[in-house]
């Protein structure tokens, strides 16, 4: 079963402008993740926020996390056509160490 | 280094032959995890195995899904007399360590498609 859902589905932008992706989730996690997904096949790790932190910055990347309201969001600055992608959130709560994914947005930057 | 491996990249099978997939996770890496990711249930846990601990299976979504790891590092996941509905891609990832606050290393996947 899945954590959370993700919005949008789907965005669509420009070469240069700002992406925002956003994830809620329903349980007290330890941690959440985003992950970038190429063509349908492997993940790729982007960041990870622990629950007592509630902003990450990496590169173009900056997460937040607001665990009261049980979500967090992604933003991709100055995007470029190489961040077109799918983008899952994935929450690890508990002892467990497996990721619970979101539903997923399909990002689709344009030159 | 090199990353996770899959194989085979793509697999179609007629339903109710039985499968196996293979994972080979990063040298070193103790953790080991198997996932699925289909269009109606979207990315999907299965299994996980940590060294010598039981493995969590509680992902599993019937008892024709099994898993190994041998000697601490490849693993197979086989499906017996499969399905239509167990299509999907199968994606394997691995971690340092047990913890949760690990990063998870993504193979490529392997695409089943039952006819």
């Known amino acids: 079963s899945q954590q959370g859902e993700e919005d949008p589905q789907a965005l669509s932008i420009q070469e240069g402008e700002n992406a925002t992706m956003n994830c809620s989730y329903k349980?007290?996690?330890?941690?959440l993740q985003w992950y970038r997904q190429n063509s349908g096949r492997g993940l790729v790790h982007l960041i990870l926020?622990?629950?007592?932190?509630r902003e990450k910055h990496s590169g173009r990347l900056r997460v937040t996390l607001d665990t009261s309201k049980k979500s967090s969001s992604l933003l991709i600055t100055a995007s470029r056509a190489a961040d077109t992608a799918s983008y899952f959130c994935?929450?690890?709560?508990?002892?467990?160490?497996?990721?619970?994914f979101g539903t997923g947005t399909r990002l689709q930057v344009t030159l | 280094g090199a990353g996770v491996s899959q194989s085979p990249s793509n697999k179609v099978t007629e339903k109710g032959k039985d499968v196996e997939l293979r994972c080979d996770p990063i040298?070193?890496?103790?953790?080991l995890y198997w996932y699925r990711q289909s269009l109606g249930q979207g990315l999907e846990f299965l299994i996980y195995?940590?060294?010598?601990?039981?493995?969590?299976k509680s992902g599993l979504p019937s008892d024709r899904f099994s898993a190994e790891r041998t000697g601490g590092s490849v693993s197979t996941l086989t499906i017996q007399r499969t399905q239509q509905e167990d299509s999907a891609v199968y994606l394997c990832?691995?971690?340092?360590?047990?913890?949760?606050?690990?990063?998870?290393?993504f193979g490529p996947g392997t695409r089943l498609t039952v006819l």
């Open positions: 990832a691995s971690s340092l360590g047990r913890e949760g606050y690990r990063e998870q290393f």
């Open positions: 994935a929450t690890v709560t508990g002892t467990a160490s497996k990721l619970t």
């Open positions: 349980t007290s996690i330890n941690n």
């Open positions: 195995f940590q060294g010598n601990s039981a493995p969590d």
């Open positions: 926020i622990r629950s007592n932190e």
């Open positions: 040298s070193g890496h103790t953790a």
